[in-house]
């Protein structure tokens, strides 16, 4: 009896963790949980974190810049001028020295503005493709999560098929020991048999793939399971969208859109290059030496420098802005293209799967029914045993058939939400 509570503590857990196992995981909880744990999503992240430094770096450039400098030099010979015929030194062969000046930009023909907005736009562009690379995840989501139940109702189905082929063998076996059939229908059963029940191995291998893709762009550790739920279902995009709705949701154009708002600033900018810049300096320094009156000395600046000759590099710079200009316009155009087929085509393959649904609901029926006919007549003596056979595959293709075009249908409209920005 001393073993009791230990054996009731084993118990208790493994309720739990059989619960934890059953526990049905539906389709929102496996999107949020990609939310948070898809480790794309995790490093996408931090572009926008990057993005935000960019914007605070090109604000710098609206602060006057402080700098500071401490040294001791130590010449061979101390500088000195001659008078009259006599040699004065005008330093000493060693000193220290330090500074600090204060540098501000007055007026730039707008290159820092154009900087700003450059890397502003910019950073709108990247939080619009996080929220994409979230969208396309999640139709993988998705796919894979009906992918994973339609696994599982074939599988169901090849179990049936297993036990109809066992069955049927039986059938064959005491057919033949009473000499009513040849052993050649036994044969028959027996290879339709190991055919079944290798297709129940490759159906479970691929269901075992599915939940470690499903695990992996979920976050969740790749051994765990769960049951799904069978009601989970999208709704379907109820009204057909008017020309440029879908471009005005996609993140992915929006993306672009801000790039090319980017590019153009940084055209402005490798134009504006061209122009002079006004400064101003502020400097205080000091220079140890003591045959001077004046050993600090401070200074006010105000000037203009202008890059006469840079070998070009402005020149480069510009016609690499515009030529990223035009890639990204043209890009722009193409994605716009590329979204309507992918709506027009969500929209054919929703379609035609809706309407396979009641075909091979249909069929199911009809593929039960043409079984049984068959193996009354394979009782009888009237059908053979390859008709049998084949009326179990007819029968188990039209439940995999069906399941295909059931979630066929659900893959389609989440690609169909997707590609109309709704996702």
Not at 204 to 232: I, S, V
């Amino acid at each position: 009896m001393k073993f009791l509570p230990a054996s009731l503590l084993c118990l208790i857990l493994l309720a739990i963790a059989t619960g934890s196992q059953s526990a049905v995981l539906t389709l929102k909880e496996c999107l949020q949980s990609a939310e948070t744990g898809n480790p794309a999503l995790k490093a996408a992240a931090w572009d926008s974190r990057i993005a935000q430094e960019n914007v605070r770096l090109s604000m710098a450039a609206g602060y006057p810049r402080i700098d500071a400098q401490a040294g001791y030099t130590a010449q061979l010979n101390a500088q000195a001028v001659r008078l009259g015929g006599v040699t004065a030194e005008t330093q000493e062969p060693d000193f220290a020295f330090a500074g600090v000046s204060l540098n501000y930009t007055l007026y730039d023909f707008g290159r820092r503005s154009a900087r700003q907005q450059q890397t502003q736009a910019a950073r709108a562009a990247v939080s619009h493709s996080y929220e994409s690379r979230r969208s396309s995840i999640a139709l993988q989501v998705i796919e894979t999560y009906f992918r994973v139940a339609e696994s599982d109702r074939r599988i169901t189905a090849a179990r049936e098929e297993v036990a109809r082929v066992d069955k049927h063998r039986r059938v064959a076996q005491v057919l033949f020991e009473e000499g009513a059939v040849t052993r050649n229908d036994v044969l028959q059963a027996d290879v339709r048999l190991a055919a079944a029940r290798q297709k129940l191995l490759t159906l479970a291998n691929l269901r075992e793939n599915q939940w470690l893709l499903l695990n992996f762009l979920t976050g969740r550790p790749a051994e765990a399971r769960g049951e799904l739920d069978d009601n989970a279902t999208l709704q379907p995009v109820s009204t057909p969208d008017k020309p440029g709705t879908a471009h005005a949701r996609r993140h992915d154009l929006q993306a672009l859109r801000h790039e090319i708002r980017a590019r153009e600033f940084e055209v402005a900018e490798s134009r504006e290059s061209y122009y002079p810049e006004l400064f101003t300096r502020l400097g205080l320094d000091y220079v140890q030496n003591d045959k001077v009156r004046e050993q600090t000395l401070m200074s006010a600046t105000v000037g203009i420098r202008l890059s006469i000759f840079d070998g070009f590099a402005s020149s480069s710079v510009r016609e690499r802005a515009v030529h990223n200009l035009s890639r990204s316009r043209d890009t722009l155009r193409n994605l716009e293209a590329q979204t309507d087929l992918e709506i027009a085509t969500a929209r054919n393959d929703a379609a035609t799967a809706e309407a396979r649904i009641e075909m091979a609901r249909a069929a199911i029926s009809q593929s039960e029914e043409n079984l049984r006919i068959t193996r009354e007549r394979y009782l009888e003596r009237v059908g053979t045993a390859t008709d049998v056979m084949d009326a179990q595959s007819l029968a188990t293709q039209a439940k995999s058939d069906y399941h295909a075009a059931l979630y066929d249908h659900q893959t389609a409209l989440a690609r169909l939400l997707k590609a109309s920005g709704e996702l």
